[in-house]
């Protein structure tokens, strides 16, 4: 059933200082892991991906890493700035679903 | 521009009276997709579209209908809307399936009273 009122769980980061966002999947059959990153009043917004042959996985200023035995995901962002501060869904597919975690809200402090 | 366009952004209607929300993307994406936002709880999936006239439910498809008679455009239709579909609803495409990257509009906050 549905839980309401949930607080997002909250990182709060100093400016210039790394970044993990950790999360959790379910279904050890997905093959697919995204993380996306969404402001306020906007629509989320494809940061990084990996497959499930993957171990882990770099873009620019991002790192995913996948942990299949615990089934963990986390992003880790390099050198936070003040425009990084947004929520953070990680979400696992596969077949046509897309499933999202409850997601983390990250605060960079000047 | 490549986009995802949602209409409309705000609405508010009352129980019971049927409403459609359009999505349409220029992208020529296969893979269409309608998401649920409630505070605490993230996205949920509504309906997914591979293809044209090929739709599958989600995880929270009750009271939602959907249709894919062209491949640009994605309705989101509530025949009969209660309160507890009160919530800010994304749609979202990509080029094939959930493994390829995701573009979603700006959102509909729909109220129901």
């Known amino acids: 059933g549905e839980s309401v009122g949930l607080h997002l769980p909250t990182l709060s980061v100093q400016e210039g200082d790394n970044s993990i966002i950790n999360c959790a999947y379910s279904?050890?059959?997905?093959?697919?892991f995204i993380w996306y990153k969404q402001e306020s009043g906007k629509g989320p917004q494809f940061i990084i991906d990996i497959r499930s042959n993957m171990d882990k996985r770099q873009g620019q200023r991002v790192t995913v890493l996948l942990n299949k035995t615990v089934k963990h995901l986390s992003l880790q962002i390099a050198a936070t700035q003040p425009g990084d501060s947004a929520v953070y869904f990680c979400?696992?597919?596969?077949?046509?679903?897309?499933?999202f975690g409850q997601g983390t809200e990250l605060s960079v402090k000047p | 521009e490549a986009q995802v366009t949602q209409n409309p952004r705000y609405l508010i209607t009352v129980t019971g009276k049927k409403l459609t929300v359009t999505c349409s993307q220029n992208?020529?994406?296969?893979?269409m997709s309608w998401y649920r936002q409630d505070p605490g709880l993230g996205l949920r999936q509504i309906y997914y579209s591979m293809n044209v006239e090929v739709t599958d439910k989600g995880d929270v498809p009750e009271g939602y209908k959907v249709s894919r008679k062209e491949k640009r455009n994605f309705p989101l239709i509530l025949e009969s809307p209660s309160p507890n579909q009160t919530s800010l609803y994304f749609c979202?495409?990509?080029?094939?399936?959930?493994?390829?990257?995701?573009?979603f509009g700006q959102g509909t906050r729909l109220t129901v009273v």
């Open positions: 992208m020529n994406h296969e893979y």
């Open positions: 279904n050890s059959a997905s093959d697919y």
């Open positions: 979202a495409s990509s080029l094939s399936g959930v493994r390829t990257e995701a573009f």
């Open positions: 979400a696992e597919g596969g077949g046509g679903k897309l499933i």
